[in-house]
Every structure is written in structure tokens, then in C-alpha cells.
């Protein structure tokens, strides 16, 4: 059976969904095979928590196959609804390393009850339970006292005891930032002196509504705007029930502001307001009693409106009365509150001691995500400062927020400040810890020209070429590496690899000994990494340059903890062929052996030779690297990208670069359809990159 984990709540509105993500990422890290488990649940199809859990787990699972059973199962016959939960479990559950199992949400049976039934089936699921209790009274109004939570936790441990389950941890949710501190203390006694317990505070942007659950809550729909940004939070509510001279102090940032349909001068006035610089940026518009403005005046507020306004058939009173009761929910599609859940998380569980609690060891599986974690761990260790130069791209944005709320890195975006931060703002990114800098702005423009003609009056560039040339982005951001003001850069989600790379070469140039610049893939199958070179960059190397591309290959597996073993592919194994295309790998190893005798290295050798140990104990016995090859280096750019996209495709790989390897500072260059997660993993790559650059520079 798997380590299993049950995370159960003595009530509902705990935050449960976000002490559960942090925690399943927390168990990314550590265990191969996560998976996650919901023994209740309204239906598979309609469950956001288990949707958002499922986005983390290390396990490939259809939501169906998660579920054990529903309320209305539980409240007809509770031992039958026990007893087909324990058998999904376990047809489930037996291939996993570890599973997350998230007890019911108090939706739809008493609370005594479900507190007890959830305490069964950890029982009877022979799991370690993480308690969670809420810091806030459950009618939603105001916070706990810490001897308000102590009386909660006394009753809900009592229930726990009394069914035998096995309680590893308690963490309080959502805690009064100034009762948080006697918690812990409190609690202590009535777990037990071993179990820790734990007090997260109340991070108001996570219970935040968005305005798609507000609009939701008072039955209105977009009319005019960006339909896109209803995903940002409503932090207020603003009724504008007075004259527009009395209504624009009361402006506060995120605030929805609900008024009648037909005041179209306050519309007007709310709208330029919030495209002022000197106003707050609001989430909305809400109009009541189903009106909206007359064509002519529509017509004018769609030249000044970005910002969503929506309609409701409802009156002024009833929607503010639906709007204030509408709830936040963190869930798959807000990957932002996501990262700001996990942080919180971090930040306030001992991991380490909950763990040893929870008596969860490590896996020797090296899986996608634990890769992935590995990565934003390592950087997060010793911070880096990255330029992101495509400062207009939403997916560079919503990768700085999460970046910069994960404590990946430091950041600087390039573009201009307003236009950066007024953009964030609409999206809902919180980028008050980023860097903006306009390319076209002095003194740093007259320097960087300054620089760039000076490294570059070989080729005759004079200062006043220089000076249009360094205000292009990819220009300006390496400059800002180049000249020490930032540790890497990564680009490309909205330009070439050419206009990336570009000023690298001219600027930044080849670390010493390295002759060429390459790259690498790093492809995290099911349960293990290999890095694969070149797949963007060399065409058609030569043996010297094959010879520099695994030695720069090898030597990125092992700051990416890879022990390198390098296979160096062909179409042949060993002295079975013979040819020009054979006898060039044949050189390149032989070049390898030369210049680095340290590594393992065998070619030429075919790919199955390499990876497969029962094929290389046939072609090639006793290699130390055939069958257990982590490096392949492929002869060409074509053999190379086509079979890192087949394997990503057919084995469903997470294909993390390209990683540019060679340069004397790390650059690094983004496929123009990268997702937002791939724009995160690469500036964690590209911060590890810059620390190992330190460790070589500080070492004697």
C-alpha cells in the first residue's frame, strides 16, 4: 500500500484546497508516484478541488477514477458508502508511492456526522491524518481567538480518537495574524506531544471572489469589455449611489463598483477613473435593474472600456446582496492564488518536521513534476535576478507573478512601467516586487550604447547606431546581464531564437574553453531525466564541435543533478558501420576521451544500445554506458529535433529547454508557443545556471 495521507477538516470554509495544494507539492518533491483521492464527492465532473489536485499530482489520473463515492451515497447507507470507498481506494491507489486523500468539503450532510465518517475512513484507509481548522468563525465573520480555535480542535480531535484514526499533524488555516502566535500551544495538549501543529495566517487575496464567481452569485453576464479579465479578484465592493465628485475617493483598488444601468455619467466618469494613473485599477462594472446605456453612449464607452461590465436583471440592493455573499475558491484555472497558496504554505509548515511526522521518504523515481520541483527548490536556495525583456506578453506577466510569489527569482521586466503594471493589474498579477525598466530611458540607454559600440567598434558600430540598436529588448536585456545589473536572461515567447541569441554572441560570447554554443533538451519521462543535445541550434557539427557539444552537455546534466553517462548516437554501434556520417561521431568520441578522460562516454552507439540495457547487453557487453545512458548526443540538428519531439509526443515527456549551454552567462531562449509553466521552469533554470557561474568564478 502507498503512503497515504488524509487531510480532513473539522468544518467547511477552512481553506482546506489550499493546505491541500501546498501540501501535495510539498510531497512533489520528495515522493515519484503522487496521486490524490477524494472518498466524497459531489461528482467527478463538477469537483474544483479535485481538479486543481489532480493539476499537481505526479500520477496521470482521470477524475472518475479519483472519486470514491457521493453525499447522497454517504447519507443513505454510510458502511456501504465506506465500504465502496475503500475498494475505488485501493483499485487505484496500489501503483502509487503516496496519495493525498482530501476529505469532504460540509456541503451536504451535518457537521457531526461527517467529521465522524470522515474520521472512519481514515481509519480504515490506514492513513496519517493532517487536521485542518479554521481560523476564521464559520459564519465567516471575523477571526478565531486562539482559544476559540483550542475549543474546536479539542471537540474534533475527540471524534478522531474515537474511530482510532491515526493523527500525524494539525494545521490551523487561516489564522488571525495577531492570535496566530498562541496557537500552536494551545493546541499542543489536546494532539499530543509529538504531533506538530502549525498556524498559517489568512492571505486575503486567496479568499478573494473572482469577478466570473461574483458576476456568477448575482446572475449577470458581460456586456462590454475584456471578457477575459473576470478571472481578477473583487477585493471590494463600491455602490455608487452619489455624485461622481463624491464616489472617485471612494475608489479602491479591485474594487467592483455596482450601479444602476442608466447612469451613464457615472459609468463614464468610473471607466476614465480607472484608466487614470492617478485613480486605482478596479476589477469591474456591475449594472443593475438589467439596463444598460443607450447605442450612442455605448458606443463611446467601448472607445475608453477594456475593463469588464456586466449586467444583472437584479436591483442595486439584491445584487450587492448576492455580490457580498459570493465566495473565493482556489481552483485550477487560477494558477496565480495557486503559487501565492503554495508560498503561504512554505512559508508557515515546518516541512521537514511535518514529514517526519507524516514518516514520508523519499523515492529514488525521478518523475516529471519532482523534476520540475527540484528545479524551483534549487533556485529558490540562492536567488538569482532574471531579466524577462518581452514585458507585453501576458504569459511572460503571469510568469513573473508566479516567480516572484514562489521566491524563484528576482525579476526585471522590460517595457514601459505604466503600460507593464497597469497590464499586471488587469490580469490580476501581483508584480510590486518586480523591476520595470524602459529601454529608451536614460542614463542607461547612453551607457549600454556607450558599451555596445565599444564591444562591437571591430565591426565599425558607432555610438549612434549603437543607440537605436540597444533600446531592442533582447539587446537591452542582454546588456543588463552583460554589464552585471542581472544574473541570466530568458526570452523568446514572443521573438525568434535568432533575435534571442543574437546579441548573446556578439556580447556575452563563449565561456573559456568552450568553442560553440549549443543546447540541450531536458526530457523528464515517467520516471527518470535525460538530456539531449543539440536539438535547436548547430545544424551540421563537425567532430570538434560534436566533442564540445556533449562535454557542455554532460557538464549541464550534472548541475541538474544527472550523473552524466554519454551515449554518442548513430546510426551504427560500436565498429559495426563504417561511413562518413559513422566515422565523424567515431572522431568526436575519440575527442571526448581527450579532453575529458573523467567522463563515461561510449560511441558510436544506436539509441536503443544506449537506453535499452537488454538490447546493450546483446550489441555492446560490459559498457559502462550502453543501456544506462542519461546524455544522448545526437550527430545532427535534424536527427536531434525530430526525436525530442517523437518522444514527447508518444511518451508524453515533459521537454523542458531549449537550454543554451556554452555561453559565458546564462541566456536562455523560449519556443514562441511556450506555456506559462514553461516560462517559469526556464527562469529557474536559467537562476541555477547563474548560481553555478558563481560557484566557478568564487572557487580558488
Known amino acids: 500500500m502507498p503512503q497515504t495521507i488524509y487531510l480532513a477538516s473539522a468544518e467547511g470554509h477552512t481553506g482546506k484546497s489550499a493546505v491541500a495544494v501546498g501540501l501535495l507539492e510539498a510531497l512533489g518533491r520528495r515522493i515519484g508516484r503522487v496521486g490524490v483521492f477524494r472518498p466524497v464527492s459531489r461528482s467527478a465532473e463538477g469537483d474544483y478541488v479535485l481538479d486543481l489536485l489532480l493539476a499537481h499530482a505526479t500520477v496521470p489520473i482521470d477524475a472518475a477514477d479519483a472519486v470514491g463515492t457521493t453525499y447522497e451515497a454517504v447519507h443513505h447507507d454510510p458502511d456501504a458508502a465506506l465500504a465502496v470507498i475503500i475498494e475505488r481506494f485501493r483499485a487505484v491507489a496500489d501503483g502509487w508511492d503516496a496519495v493525498l486523500v482530501v476529505g469532504s468539503d460540509y456541503t451536504d450532510v451535518g457537521t457531526p456526522t461527517e467529521l465522524r465518517f470522515n474520521a472512519r475512513v481514515a481509519a480504515n484507509l490506514g492513513a496519517a491524518v493532517v487536521l485542518v481548522l479554521g481560523g476564521r468563525r464559520s459564519s465567516g465573520r471575523g477571526g478565531r481567538t486562539a482559544y476559540e480555535v483550542e475549543q474546536v480542535a479539542e471537540i474534533a480531535l475527540g471524534e478522531f480518537r474515537g474511530e482510532h484514526a491515526d493523527l500525524a499533524a494539525v494545521i490551523v488555516n487561516r489564522a488571525d495574524p495577531d492570535e496566530r502566535a498562541a496557537m500552536p500551544a494551545l493546541i499542543a495538549p489536546h494532539a499530543g506531544g509529538d504531533v506538530p501543529v502549525f498556524a498559517v495566517p489568512e492571505d486575503r487575496a486567496l479568499v478573494a471572489p473572482s469577478l466570473a464567481t461574483v458576476l456568477a452569485a448575482a446572475g449577470a453576464q458581460v456586456a462590454q469589455g475584456d471578457v477575459s479579465l473576470t478571472d481578477r479578484n473583487v477585493d471590494a465592493t463600491v455602490v455608487a449611489a452619489m455624485t461622481l465628485e463624491n464616489l472617485l475617493p471612494r475608489l479602491v483598488p479591485g474594487a467592483l463598483v455596482v450601479m444602476p444601468g442608466d447612469r451613464v455619467d457615472t459609468l463614464a466618469g468610473v471607466l ?158 501581483d508584480l510590486g516586487h518586480a523591476r520595470v525598466v524602459n529601454p529608451f530611458a536614460e542614463p ?156 563515461l562516454v561510449e560511441g558510436p552507439i544506436q539509441y536503443d544500445a544506449a537506453a535499452d540495457p537488454a538490447v546493450a547487453a546483446a550489441k555492446m557487453p560490459g559498457s559502462p554506458v550502453a543501456g544506462r545512458a542519461t546524455v544522448f548526443v545526437f550527430p545532427d540538428l535534424n536527427t536531434g529535433n525530430n526525436t525530442y519531439k517523437a518522444v514527447q509526443r508518444s511518451s508524453n515527456a515533459l521537454a523542458i529547454g531549449p537550454v543554451l549551454q556554452g555561453l559565458n552567462k546564462p541566456i536562455n531562449d523560449l519556443s514562441r508557443g511556450a506555456l506559462v509553466r514553461d516560462i517559469v521552469n526556464t527562469i529557474a533554470i536559467t537562476a541555477i545556471q547563474a548560481q553555478g557561474r558563481r560557484v566557478r568564478r568564487e572557487q580558488p
Open 272 to 429: 476614465l477613473a480607472h484608466a487614470s494613473p492617478a485613480f486605482p485599477s478596479l476589477t469591474g462594472v456591475l449594472l443593475t435593474g438589467g439596463l444598460m446605456p443607450p447605442p450612442n453612449a455605448a458606443r463611446l464607452l467601448d472607445g475608453i472600456a477594456t475593463l469588464p461590465i456586466a449586467r444583472t436583471e437584479l436591483g442595486t440592493y439584491e445584487a450587492v446582496t448576492a455580490v457580498s455573499g459570493a465566495r473565493g475558491l482556489l481552483a485550477a484555472e487560477s494558477p496565480q492564488k495557486t503559487a501565492d497558496a503554495i508560498a503561504l504554505f512554505d512559508a508557515h509548515v515546518d516541512v521537514d518536521r511535518l514529514f517526519a511526522a507524516l514518516r514520508v521518504h523519499a523515492s529514488n523515481v525521478v518523475t516529471p513534476l519532482m523534476f520540475e520541483y527540484g528545479l524551483l527548490a534549487r533556485a529558490r536556495a540562492d536567488r538569482r535576478h532574471i531579466v524577462l525583456p518581452e514585458g507585453d506578453d501576458d504569459r511572460v506577466l503571469e510568469a513573473a507573478g508566479i516567480v516572484l510569489a514562489r521566491g524563484i527569482a528576482d525579476i526585471t521586466l522590460l517595457g514601459n512601467e505604466v503600460a507593464v503594471r497597469s497590464r499586471a493589474l488587469a490580469l490580476g498579477i
Open 444 to 599: 542607461l540607454r547612453e551607457r549600454f550604447a556607450e558599451v555596445y559600440a565599444r564591444e562591437r567598434a571591430h565591426r565599425a558600430v558607432s555610438l549612434e547606431l549603437a543607440r537605436d540598436t540597444v533600446t531592442d529588448v533582447s539587446y537591452f536585456g542582454t546588456l543588463m546581464v552583460h554589464e552585471g545589473m542581472a544574473d541570466g536572461m530568458v526570452s523568446g515567447a514572443a521573438h525568434t531564437t535568432a533575435h534571442t541569441i543574437r546579441p548573446a554572441f556578439e556580447l556575452i560570447r563563449t565561456a573559456p574553453g568552450v568553442s560553440v554554443v549549443s543546447s540541450v533538451f531536458l526530457m523528464a519521462l515517467a520516471d527518470r531525466v535525460l538530456v539531449y543535445g543539440d536539438c535547436a541550434v548547430i545544424p551540421d557539427p563537425t567532430s570538434e564541435q560534436l566533442a564540445d557539444i556533449a562535454i557542455s552537455a554532460a557538464g549541464t546534466a550534472a548541475q541538474f543533478g544527472i550523473e552524466p553517462r554519454v551515449a554518442m548516437l548513430s546510426y551504427s554501434t560500436g565498429t559495426s558501420g563504417s561511413g562518413a556520417d559513422v566515422e565523424k561521431v567515431r572522431a568526436a568520441t575519440a575527442l571526448v576521451r581527450e579532453r575529458a578522460p573523467e567522463l
